[in-house]
């Protein structure tokens, strides 16, 4: 996939409002327009508000954009990319050492795996026909906003979060692979059945 953007359409921190984030239930930022996702995460913070993100690359400001973040949650080459360590859960702990909130790390077909409090959660990936996993780790992020927003422990948030990325990978696109709430409950009733 092949992606540019005119400079024109880049969010610029000035451009946040912060009284439009107080009145959210979350804020969830990514790594593109960095400047004014830490200072969204910020407003979120302040606010007190639960802030989630999606860390798929590295910059000078990725430390920055993880210290504003409640729960950041990155794709599976960050964590070795910033601790320089290669075992998963080693990399998450130490990242733990300057982030007390939930991490979380996406890891394709194998799942998912989170740090919380000092507690590796391991959630295992669910087995699809995979056609196109174009937006799988958007659909993740969404499912575990889900789940959060309605108070679920981490390890159901996973799981939701991970059926649903599944799912979206039997199907072509990205957003015509998002699923509906059905659709994920029936996979996990599926695989509790098994």
Request: net charge negative; glycine share 8%.
């Amino acid at each position: 996939m092949l992606w540019d953007r005119d400079e024109r359409l880049r969010l610029r921190p000035r451009e946040v409002v912060q009284e439009a984030i107080a009145a959210s239930r979350l804020v969830h930022v990514d790594d593109v327009d960095q400047p004014a996702a830490i200072m969204a995460a910020r407003f979120g913070r302040e606010a007190g508000l639960p802030v989630t993100s999606d860390i798929d690359r590295i910059t000078d400001l990725t430390a920055d954009l993880i210290a504003a973040v409640t729960i950041p949650i990155f794709a599976e080459h960050v964590p070795r990319g910033l601790t320089g360590i290669n075992d998963m859960e080693g990399a998450l702990r130490r990242i733990r050492e300057t982030h007390d909130g939930l991490l979380i790390v996406t890891c394709g077909a194998k799942g998912a795996l989170a740090l919380d409090g000092d507690r590796i959660v391991r959630s295992p990936g669910f087995t699809v026909t995979a056609v196109d996993t174009t937006g799988a780790g958007d659909v993740f992020r969404g499912g575990f906003i889900f789940a959060l927003l309605r108070g679920w422990k981490t390890e159901e948030a996973l799981q939701f979060a991970n059926a649903a990325a599944a799912i979206s990978c039997t199907r072509l696109g990205a957003m015509e692979g998002a699923p509906t709430l059905p659709q994920v409950e029936a996979l996990i009733a599926a695989e509790k059945r098994a």
